[in-house]
């Protein structure tokens, strides 16, 4: 299980190294930032990469009730592509120690913008 730091964005061009994942990896979720997660799949097939903080359970939704976070949020990095998630836009299920589970065949960043 590797720690994957955050990037601070700098003005201009900036390096932005990747972390492989393993099957349990951890990021650091900061909540007055804007971070972005990006994950890339350098393998033939789909995976799927699932957020969860180990804090979560459940979050009340105006007009939907009560919602379960617990099992996390299930991620599809499709084959030989990328995605992008905004952390604070899913910041219920970024409560307490943040894991990322599932992601052998994955690169990730959190770029703090």
């Known amino acids: 299980m590797a720690a994957i730091a955050s990037i601070t964005a700098g003005i201009g061009a900036f390096t932005a190294a990747e972390t492989a994942l393993s099957a349990s990896d951890t990021i650091t979720f900061t909540p007055a930032a804007k971070q972005l997660l990006t994950l890339r799949n350098t393998t033939a097939s789909p995976v799927v990469v699932t957020l969860d903080g180990a804090d979560g359970t459940t979050v009340a939704v105006d007009g939907i009730g009560t919602v379960s976070v617990a099992a996390g949020l ?40």
Do not use: M
């Open 74 to 113: 299930a991620i599809t990095v499709p084959a030989t592509n990328s995605v992008a998630v905004v952390l604070s836009t899913v910041r219920n299920y970024c409560q307490g120690v943040v894991t990322l589970s599932g992601g052998v065949g994955v690169s990730a960043r959190v770029i703090n913008l």
